[in-house]
């Protein structure tokens, strides 16, 4: 089936320590985004990238990196800049080429600090 | 950016039509509504868009104000499983960054 996987569903990290989030899509999409949600709140993207090798820093990126090797990939590392990790982190691609500019969802990674 | 906004919560009861709102005074000719709902612990899902004419699909329609200030997401037997919160966003092209408030959380009475 296409569509967008996210691993692992949840993570837990330790003090100082960097991890990173998986975001993978087999829909052919251009475009790829990363955003966070705490609770009770919408969501708020990090970073977004529409091609390869080429991403944009989104209204949260500090403390946060990406890399886009590949079309599908669009991994995501929470550094230990990052003070307050804790929250829901969802991956969504986009079809640029679309009419319709519909975002699709993975099903999401909670991050846990420890 | 134009900004939306939305009730916090509303309830239904299942099997009867429900309307959300969503009100943005500031919408630029070329902005277009977008309407995406997630359900608990879910990623958001999308579930209709418009310009300026009504639109429908499988899942919703849409109601447009005249004047684009305004416009509803109409969901026409509200069942348990649409229960989940809804997010009213503008966009202006196919790519452009999704800017989400906090949505209506909707409750639906079996």
């Known amino acids: 089936d296409g569509g967008i996987t996210q691993s692992p569903k949840y993570l837990f990290r330790k003090e100082g320590q960097n991890v990173t989030l998986s975001c993978e899509q087999n829909?052919?999409?251009?475009?790829m985004y990363w955003y966070r949600q705490d609770p009770g709140q919408g969501l708020r993207l990090i970073y977004y990238s529409q091609i390869v090798n080429d991403f944009q820093k989104g209204d949260i990126a500090e403390g946060y990196s990406v890399s886009r090797e590949k079309k599908e990939s669009f991994p995501l590392t929470v550094t230990s800049a990052q003070k307050n990790p804790t929250a829901f982190y969802l991956c969504?691609?986009?079809?640029?080429?679309?009419?319709?500019?519909?975002?699709?969802f993975g099903p999401g990674t909670r991050l846990l600090v420890l | 950016d134009a900004k939306t906004t939305q009730p916090n919560s509303m309830e239904s009861n299942e099997e009867e039509p429900v309307h959300l709102p969503c009100n943005h005074s500031?919408?630029?000719?070329?902005?277009?509504i977008h309407w995406y709902r997630q359900l608990p612990s879910q990623g958001p899902e999308y579930v209709i868009h418009?310009?300026?004419s009504n639109v429908n699909n499988r899942m919703a329609s849409l109601a447009i104000a005249e004047d684009r200030k305004s416009s509803t997401l109409i969901l026409h037997r509200a069942t348990l499983r649409d229960a989940a919160v809804y997010y009213c966003?503008?966009?202006?092209?196919?790519?452009?960054?999704?800017?989400f408030g906090t949505g209506t959380r909707l409750a639906v009475r079996p």
């Open positions: 969504a691609s986009s079809d640029l080429t679309s009419s319709r500019e519909t975002q699709y």
């Open positions: 500031t919408i630029s000719g070329t902005d277009y």
């Open positions: 829909l052919n999409h251009d475009a």
């Open positions: 418009g310009l300026t």
């Open positions: 966003i503008l966009t202006k092209s196919s790519g452009d960054k999704l800017t």
